[in-house]
């Protein structure tokens, strides 16, 4: 896509060491400070030009969001003569530029378009909102250019393997209009769920958006209506979904629907069989995740159905773009069905990789027939795909790097950098999800635009999107909390020009940001700004490292029991405590506190207790961060593990003057599609029927210094806690744990260990 020369012009006026004044997200292409300040209160009027509607939603769009977060009632209208007032000029067009000059005599908002002038809008705000409070507020005076790097700047959100209500999708429409998101990927219909109704097919949804989750705890919730378990999920009605299309317009954000194929599609082929390439297995949607076998057929009767499904989509959706997945088609069932070898024959088509190739361009002809293009995650470059085709590259950067260089369009999503359901924080308190580490920092430092492309290629990029997929992400407040803040960066990345990245400069706007989100009542994720800390034995005290905020901010600590303050002590190294002792530790950015202060109280136990998420794992397979399935209704437990080898390691484990170990365990559904893989799952033979917890020192081959029998946990389908004496060598060595069993259902996992040390003489 070629920039323009407003946009060019604006780098050369930003360079990198540009001061900011200016606290917002996404920073803005220049920024020029001016004399002087403007003092905006409920008397400020919003002014903008007759007979323009849009220009007026952007007003009334600023004024609810001055009245929500500063109690400033501002009216839309005209200004008496020589009042101050934000003035709302142009915004004709397509255009997403503006300029914003703040003086002492009022605020003037210009756009390039009708999308310009909306940004404009919220960007006054912004300046608005750059300290906490409610009431009148000075605005420094600065002149803004800005426009974006990318025009591609998007978010996925899965709604098939869990659901999410209409509020909660509008909600997260606004916040990213309020950082200038662009693109709302819907991911509708998958293995697990089909959630858009299709009038032709009701049994999509009649099927399709309902299923019982995974594990015995579920099973055994009956629903007294019905006799059986209790059902999970729900479907959007055409009406709800033209609803949020228009919701979306109104704040330049594009829904782009998907609908996956050939692949991941076995929630429709159990809602209409004669779809799919081999027998389902149930009439029952399925509550396990992975990689499933199941494909649709290469018969003309299936691409009549979804020629008629797109038909209806694209009815729904007015988007350029159509998404229709092509990820994870595993070509099994291709290969071992007659009547696709015999379609394959007939097509003169020579592998399952170009069948799927074949599969997609059909499609990509109904939707260019409809005046659409089609896009797709990388996969669907292995097979061949019309140069039409746009590419969202997932496996990495590659994808687009390939994509780019053959003549294609992409949009920038690697796994596991962009992929939000992976947890912003090591901290045993985060959300469920994928075991991996993405921060704030890791998101902002990724840089959109592939080194490997040359200046014809480059255009090639449309943008950058992140995704998150819900298997483990089952309710709405922890889907605002692996969204938040983390979409932050990826506007930062996404609109700011590469010369104005910086992330001290980000880190330093943060605050202001999350003052914002408060102020709108708008859920994020605090574990990763809030101190924990971690304790090890220390002659008759401890030591105790405090974590948290890693990379955004300085740790404050008391240990008098006072508050914190940005004056207290600054953390450098571990302290040396007394046992008893209560250490209180807050993380500040320049001043300004990220999050509310810990109080961390130390003690014999705390000191020699380590939850699954501080042990380390025995593999470099992925690590789950997976909730307990019980109890249904109420907390459950969070387990780190690698499923495909349960193992788990406390290093440097001090068994000097400790006589007994304490394990919380639970078990898990192993609702796992992994292929062969599962072959790879070895357990040490279980010497009673229900296994053991073994306890290793040195190492996982080390000798066993503790037994702990499953018989009592195998009876509760919550976590359990095994008590046994524990017999080793003195002195720091890791602690291997590890389940004895014969399969792999339930999967076992560690809650939580704790060495139990003697009570010294006296007491």
Request: hydrophobic letters at 45%; glycine letters at 10%; a neutral charge.
């Amino acid at each position: 896509m070629i920039r323009s020369l407003f946009l060019a012009a604006l780098l050369i006026a930003a360079p990198a060491a540009a001061a900011e004044r200016v606290s917002m997200i996404p920073a803005p292409a220049s920024e020029a400070p001016m004399a002087g300040s403007f003092h905006l209160t409920s008397r400020t009027v919003i002014s903008v030009e007759a007979g323009d509607p849009r220009a007026r939603a952007s007003a009334q769009f600023l004024a609810d969001l001055l009245q929500r977060t500063r109690g400033l009632n501002l009216a839309v209208g005209t200004p008496k003569s020589g009042e101050p007032a934000i003035r709302l000029a142009g915004g004709q067009g397509a255009g997403e530029g503006y300029k914003v000059a703040v003086s002492p005599d009022g605020i003037a908002v210009t756009g390039s378009g009708e999308a310009g002038l909306f940004y404009g809008a919220v960007t006054v705000w912004q300046l608005a909102t750059q300290t906490p409070g409610r009431g009148p507020v000075e605005i420094p005076a600065v002149t803004l250019d800005d426009a974006p790097r990318f025009a591609w700047r998007g978010l996925m959100l899965d709604s098939a393997r869990h659901f999410q209500s209409v509020d909660f999708i509008k909600g997260l429409i606004d916040q990213m209009a309020l950082v200038k998101l662009n693109t709302l990927q819907w991911h509708l219909t998958d293995d697990q769920a089909w959630r858009l109704e299709i009038r032709k097919y009701p049994r999509l949804t009649e099927v399709g958006a309902w299923r019982v989750p995974a594990g015995p705890a579920a099973a055994a919730d009956i629903d007294p209506k019905t006799g059986k378990p209790r059902v999970i999920g729900g479907f959007y009605t055409q009406a709800q979904v033209r609803e949020l299309v228009a919701y979306a317009a109104a704040r330049h954000v594009t829904i782009v629907p998907e609908i996956e194929m050939p692949g991941h599609a076995l929630a429709p082929i159990q809602a209409y069989p004669h779809l799919g390439s081999a027998p389902v297995p149930t009439d029952n949607i399925s509550g396990d995740w992975g990689v499933f076998p199941y494909l649709y057929n290469v018969e003309e009767p299936t691409f009549g159905f979804l020629e008629d499904v797109l038909a209806e989509v694209t009815e729904l959706f007015p988007s350029r773009y159509i998404h229709v997945g092509g990820d994870e088609a595993v070509k099994d069932q291709w290969r071992s069905s007659p009547a696709v070898q015999a379609r394959m024959k007939a097509l003169h088509i020579g592998s399952e990789a170009q069948l799927q190739g074949w599969f997609i361009s059909r499609i990509e002809q109904v939707l260019n027939a409809r005046g659409r293009r089609l896009i797709g995650w990388d996969e669907i470059l292995e097979g061949g795909v019309a140069k039409g085709a746009t590419i969202t590259s997932w496996r990495g950067i590659d994808g687009a790097i390939v994509a780019a260089k053959l003549g294609h369009d992409a949009v920038l999503s690697p796994a596991p950098t962009l992929y939000l359901d992976n947890g912003q924080s090591a901290s045993p308190d985060a959300p469920p999800g994928r075991g991996q580490v993405v921060s704030l920092k890791t998101v902002y430092d990724f840089d959109p635009m592939p080194a490997a492309l040359d200046d014809d290629e480059r255009p090639h990029i449309l943008g950058v999107q992140a995704n998150l997929w819900t298997e483990h992400v089952r309710t709405e407040q922890r889907a605002a909390m692996m969204l938040f803040p983390r979409a932050a960066a990826l506007a930062e990345i996404a609109w700011a020009p590469a010369a104005r990245r910086d992330w001290n400069g980000f880190a330093d706007r943060l605050p202001a940001q999350l003052a914002r989100y408060r102020a709108l009542g708008q859920t994020y994720d605090e574990t990763p700004l809030k101190v924990r800390g971690l304790g090890d034995p220390a002659g008759d005290g401890a030591r105790l490292a405090l974590l948290g905020a890693e990379g955004l901010g300085e740790i404050r600590y008391t240990l008098d029991g006072s508050a914190p303050t940005p004056a207290s002590p600054i953390y450098a190294a571990p302290l040396e405590v007394k046992l008893g002792a209560t250490v209180r530790a807050q993380a500040y950015r320049a001043g300004q506190a990220l999050a509310p202060a810990s109080a961390i109280k130390v003690d014999a136990r705390a000191i020699r207790t380590r939850r699954s998420q501080e042990l380390k794992s025995c593999s470099e397979n992925i690590l789950l961060n997976l909730e307990d399935d019980a109890p249904v209704r109420g907390e459950r437990a969070r387990f780190l593990i690698d499923v495909l080898a349960p193992c788990w390691t406390y290093e440097g484990a001090d068994l000097s003057g400790v006589s007994r170990i304490e394990v919380a365990v639970g078990q898990l559904p192993f609702n796992f599609q992994i292929g062969k893989d599962i072959e790879k799952i070895v357990f040490r033979p279980p010497a009673t029927p229900q296994g053991e917890l073994e306890v290793r020192q040195g190492s996982c081959q080390g000798p066993v210094v503790a037994v702990l029998p499953l018989a009592p946990a195998a009876k509760s389908q919550g976590v359990t806690v095994l008590t046994s004496e524990i017999k080793g060598e003195a002195g720091p060595r890791d602690l291997c744990f590890t389940f004895t069993q014969k399969t792999v259902e339930p999967m076992w996992a560690l809650d939580r260990v704790t060495l139990v040390a003697e009570a010294p003489r006296g007491r």
